[in-house]
């Protein structure tokens, strides 16, 4: 039987609701709404990268000096280069940045830390882990896209989470703590899927704010996760 201890350090699965399905003009209280989660995550999209909008650093820093809970920034820019680090700077506990838009993953990923936050590996659906395996040393968090990034409310891509075992993987054979994300359709009927794979933290959007109670869907999410690690 399989504990979750083989999964995750932790012995319960990090939820971290986006605010991307949260109420723009309400934010703050949407923040308030959250507190039992892990973390907040913060989707950032500059429409060039990927074809949405959504924030830049003074709307991450203001969401920053509010929120209850560390910011789980998630970059969806082009030139991470040059802007990844930055923020970094605003205060966040985790940054993580796409391969697809980076010229040198490692030097950016060591830029983020230097910081003083955590620094992650972003990876669409299409792109190959294979090529980074050896490089997890490198990085706090690998985050593996269970949608094309770009919109919530997508559908989760089940042909995704052999990547997210081939990470399992090589995070047991190298006796590393890079957490594992998904972010991506994940809901009541999904995050056992993820979790079975390999993912021990969870970006959830619609799934809790779209909930009455938040804070009642967390607690749901992060139980069906936990739960399935612990099937035989």
């Known amino acids: 039987m399989r504990g979750a201890a083989d999964y995750a350090g932790d012995v319960t699965a990090r939820i971290n609701p986006s605010i991307l399905s949260a109420d723009f003009v309400n934010m703050e209280r949407d923040l308030n709404r959250i507190q039992t989660a892990d973390y907040v995550h913060v989707d950032v999209m500059d ?99 269970t949608v094309e990034p770009g919109f919530g409310g997508q559908s989760f891509m089940p042909e995704t989470m052999p990547k997210l075992r081939l990470l399992r993987e090589q995070v047991r054979r190298l006796g590393v703590d890079t957490w594992l994300q998904v972010d991506g359709g994940i809901a009541l009927d999904t995050i056992a899927i993820a979790a079975e794979a390999g993912a021990d933290t969870f970006v959830a959007g619609s799934a809790v704010y779209g909930a009455d109670d938040p804070e009642r869907a967390i607690a749901g999410l992060r139980e069906a996760a936990t739960s399935a690690w612990m099937e035989p």
Do not use: C
């Not at 920034?73 to 506990?93: C, K, N, Q, T």
């Open 47 to 145: 429409n060039h990268f990927v074809p949405n909008l959504t924030f830049g650093p003074q709307m991450v820093g203001r969401v920053q000096d509010v929120s209850p809970i560390p910011l789980d920034v998630h970059l969806m820019i082009s030139d991470v280069d040059r802007w990844g680090p930055g923020y970094a700077e605003l205060g966040a506990f985790s940054v993580t940045f796409h391969v697809e838009a980076a010229t040198d993953p490692v030097a950016v990923a060591r830029a983020i830390r230097d910081r003083g936050a955590r620094a992650g590996l972003a990876l669409k659906p299409g792109t190959p882990v294979e090529p980074y395996l050896e490089l997890l040393p490198e990085f706090d968090q690998v985050l593996v896209m």
